[in-house]
């Protein structure tokens, strides 16, 4: 089998508010990245990652995502990231794009018809709602806590104004945790997917895959090391859920079979036959018997992005664009592999 182009590609990572302002605001956008693409593929890049760019109330960057078919507008419209899309590829550049399905924005529309539903409620499934301990139901329903301190569950109002039940963020609060067991919630992500595919991504860089599949008992976390620190292969393992292995995944978008990569930061993910023709992200720690503490499992190296540039200039200026020239690895991101028919 050919390797796919991700093993021997640079990737540059862009974090839109930042990178490049084309109005004058103060802030970066996709019009200020479309127009310096020229600089990256001088660089020697063969891909973009592009950080969130979603609709948000910017809780944590952009990983707080209300719409995920849609762009924030301070970065722009869907038409500035069609075009961004296109030029990419006339440069012959590939662009990734963050997936972020372990949580929404308490913005979403989903979560506030969580809020209004009753417990129980399909509405409230979408999550990850529970009881609280204790007779008043005023205690967590775990010790979990949240990687960004302080506990991972808040607890809600019930629509009658009496204190209900408690929802978890393994985040920030503004973040709630999304209910992976919930065929609802892998529905929406596979249309997500597609949504995207369909305007030309070329991949996915996936955000907390190693922590989209709670155990199934929410049990406690009594471990010093961060209840996601999928890393850490000497210790226990945290309460994710390991899932086998089955067969390769198949998304159905019309006559033409290609390949659709997922890029994941961290620990593995799978995407998986759901038995209905659709897909689901599975995730398990990266934890095996020739492990070691410190050992890149992926076999990663880190990019060299002035190497690379000098490569491409010693090549020719024929060469600039040249997908072949062998170069060095992204260090974070692990390739995952699904056939989409297109």
């Known amino acids: 089998m050919t390797p796919g182009w991700w093993t021997e590609a640079v990737i540059y990572q862009i974090y839109p508010r930042s990178f490049a302002d084309s109005d004058g ?57 069609d075009r961004l899309i296109d030029e990419a590829k006339r440069r012959g550049l590939r662009v990734i794009v963050d997936l972020v399905p372990n949580h929404t924005s308490s913005a979403h529309v989903w979560f506030a018809e969580a809020l209004t539903a009753a417990p129980g409620s399909p509405q409230r499934q979408r999550y990850v709602f ?4 204790g007779a008043d139901g005023d205690e967590p329903p775990n010790d979990w806590q949240s990687v960004f301190g302080g506990p991972a569950w808040t607890r809600v109002t019930e629509p009658d104004g009496r204190p209900g039940q408690w929802y978890l963020h393994l985040f920030d609060t503004a973040q709630p945790d999304l209910n992976w067991d919930n065929p609802e919630v892998r529905a929406e992500f596979v249309d997500v997917l597609r949504f995207w595919l369909d305007r030309g991504v070329d991949g996915f860089r996936v ?56 890029l994941v930061d961290g620990d593995p993910t799978e995407v998986h036959r759901d038995g209905r023709g659709g897909l689901r992200l599975h995730s398990g720690q990266v934890v095996g018997a020739d492990a070691r503490p410190g050992q890149d499992l992926f076999g990663l190296q880190r990019a060299d992005l002035a190497q690379r540039a000098d490569q491409r200039r010693l090549a020719g200026p024929e060469a600039a664009g040249n997908q072949d020239l062998q170069g060095q690895r992204h260090p974070v991101a692990t390739p995952i592999r699904a056939h989409v028919v297109h």
């Open 25 to 81: 605001d103060g802030i970066g956008d996709l019009p200020g990245i479309t127009a310096r693409l020229d600089h990256l593929v001088e660089l020697g890049v063969d891909a973009v990652w592009l950080s969130p760019f979603y609709p948000s109330p910017q809780a944590d960057a952009g990983y707080d995502v209300a719409d995920y078919r849609d762009v924030e507008p301070l970065f722009g419209t869907l038409p500035d990231a």
């Open 130 to 133: 529970r009881d609280g301990l």
């Open 207 to 262: 955000d907390v895959a190693h922590g989209l599949i709670k155990q199934a008992d929410l049990a406690d976390w009594q471990e010093p090391q961060e209840i996601l620190s999928g890393r850490e292969v000497d210790k226990p393992r945290p309460p994710m859920q390991l899932v086998p292995e089955e067969p390769e995944a198949v998304l159905t978008r019309g006559a033409e079979e290609v390949d659709l990569e997922v």
